[in-house]
């Protein structure tokens, strides 16, 4: 059995742990900070143009051993556990929140309002920028004010974006380049200068920001210890208090399964998925439902974006593998105009509602939407022509096959709300007049998208 002991014990080597680490070391430059891992450390930078080429002539993985191989759950959008997680191969774009994000409840009456203020966060955004080196052009809008600059300019557009902004913006919507984790000067955190090779998901020349040159860094200047391989399954607490006093993990080549972590301070920093996983595994006598899960929400409401992707045919010459991480976006529409605030009542005057669904069912010819599917319990009652986007493989024979994909889906953590739509909403109840659209939409389309 393999003890350690520490001040700073940081569960998880991806970018969060890779920005306490660094940050713990300049607060704390006598505090003794070990970073523990599952995955391996990949620090082979000068193989990965060959991985890149690999890739491209036999479709192997960029990334070879970015995974434990028993350790990957259902559902979860990236599956790597490596020093570096996976901000190893993310695309480097790096938007902002804007101000009246945290202010959703007061100012449209939506969500919570965050418990911080805006220029406190502000401050946090740049400095998070100045550690993963952004390059940027500042927006003109006064909502957009920062209180620094970006720390590099903005990367150049290629032709392609030039093209694309002047045919966009014919329409009157103003388009910028979005920010990016990607040196535009060369040396920036001891990185190389974008090359624009198209290569970002493995950069091969260290342009783009990975965690795990911030860990060979502070490796190099004895700041940390860093033990990859090896898996925390378990938070002890220390005796009858409520603190974390040690962690017990296990060796991922089998030669301990009983190494134990000593430290005054412990940091979960293994992302959305294995940080909530560890701490409902912990559960004891005195916390049955898991650490730090009074209000029973840890592994719950985990949420991502939905993002629709649609092609057009334009009459210009543009050219594949330009630099296409590097893109373009209008912040016109990231906030309400002042004079046409959004109002939740905009849904009953709003033309048509656009949702997903969960099945399509031949034998009752239904639609079968959930709260998770149809974007709430709203968006397919109010308007008066629900469209619905469902894809062929949700095409089933009947109601049982529907129910059984629904448990598969859910497991035991139903929707709230599910329903079967069968054409557009009637009624014949009042004298059998048959009415549409009495409870819901007059119409009702199904795009079967291929």
């Known amino acids: 059995m393999a003890r350690y002991e520490s001040d700073v014990?940081?569960?998880g080597g991806g970018v969060t742990g890779a920005m306490m680490a660094q940050k713990l070391s300049e607060l704390r430059?006598?505090?003794?900070?070990i970073v523990v891992e599952a995955g391996k450390r990949l620090f082979d930078f000068e193989n990965r143009f060959e991985y890149r080429q690999r890739n491209l002539d036999y479709g192997e993985n960029m990334w070879p051993g970015d995974f434990v191989t028993d350790q990957a759950a259902r559902g979860v959008i990236s599956r790597a556990m490596a020093v570096g997680g996976s901000a190893l191969h993310w695309g480097g774009v790096c938007n902002r929140f804007?101000?009246?994000d945290l202010r959703l409840k007061a100012l449209y009456g939506l969500a919570v309002d965050?418990?911080?203020?805006?220029?406190?966060l502000e401050k946090s955004y740049c400095e998070a920028e100045r550690r993963l080196g952004v390059s940027g052009e500042p927006s003109p809008l006064p909502e957009?004010?920062?209180?620094?600059?970006?720390?590099?300019?903005?990367?150049p557009m290629t032709y392609n974006l030039i093209q694309l902004k002047e045919w966009g913006e014919k329409s009157g919507i103003k388009f910028w380049t979005t920010p990016q984790a990607k040196n535009t000067v060369e040396g920036y955190g001891g990185r190389g200068k974008c090359r624009r090779c198209n290569?970002?998901?493995?950069?091969p020349t260290g342009a783009r920001y990975s965690p795990d040159f911030t860990f060979k860094q502070l490796l190099d200047a004895k700041k940390i210890q860093l033990h990859d391989q090896t898996l925390v399954r378990k938070l002890t607490l220390d005796g009858s208090t409520t603190r974390i006093g040690s962690a017990q993990a296990a060796k991922e080549d089998g030669s301990d399964d009983n190494v134990e972590y000593r430290a005054r301070n412990f940091i979960i920093a293994s992302g959305y998925?294995?940080?909530?996983?560890?701490?409902?595994?912990?559960?004891?006598?005195?916390f049955p439902n898991g650490l730090a899960n009074s209000s029973d929400c840890v592994g719950r409401y985990l949420t991502g974006h939905l993002a629709y992707q649609t092609q057009i045919d334009l009459d210009l010459k543009i050219f594949p593998g330009m630099n296409e991480q590097h893109s373009l976006i209008s912040r016109q529409f990231f906030r309400c105009r002042t004079d046409q605030p959004y109002a939740v009542t905009e849904l009953e005057t709003s033309d048509a509602g656009i949702t997903e669904c969960d099945a399509l069912i031949a034998q009752t010819g239904s639609v079968l939407v959930t709260n998770r599917s149809a974007g709430g319990r709203a968006l397919s009652v109010l308007p008066p022509h629900h469209v619905v986007l469902a894809k062929r493989e949700q095409l089933l024979r009947d109601l049982p096959a529907a129910f059984q994909l629904l448990k598969k889906k859910y497991g035991a953590n139903y929707p709230s709300m599910m329903s079967l739509i069968t054409g557009p909403s009637r009624t014949g109840d009042i004298e059998r007049i048959l009415v549409l659209g009495a409870h819901g939409p007059k119409k009702l389309t199904v795009f079967l998208l291929t």
């Open 144 to 155: 957009d004010w920062r209180s620094e600059p970006y720390p590099m300019p903005a990367m």
């Open 29 to 33: 430059p006598n505090w003794s900070i």
């Open 114 to 120: 965050w418990p911080l203020e805006w220029a406190d």
């Open 9 to 11: 014990v940081i569960i």
């Open 273 to 286: 998925c294995w940080s909530s996983h560890l701490l409902l595994v912990s559960a004891n006598s005195r």
């Open 98 to 100: 804007s101000e009246e």
């Open 199 to 203: 290569t970002c998901e493995i950069c």
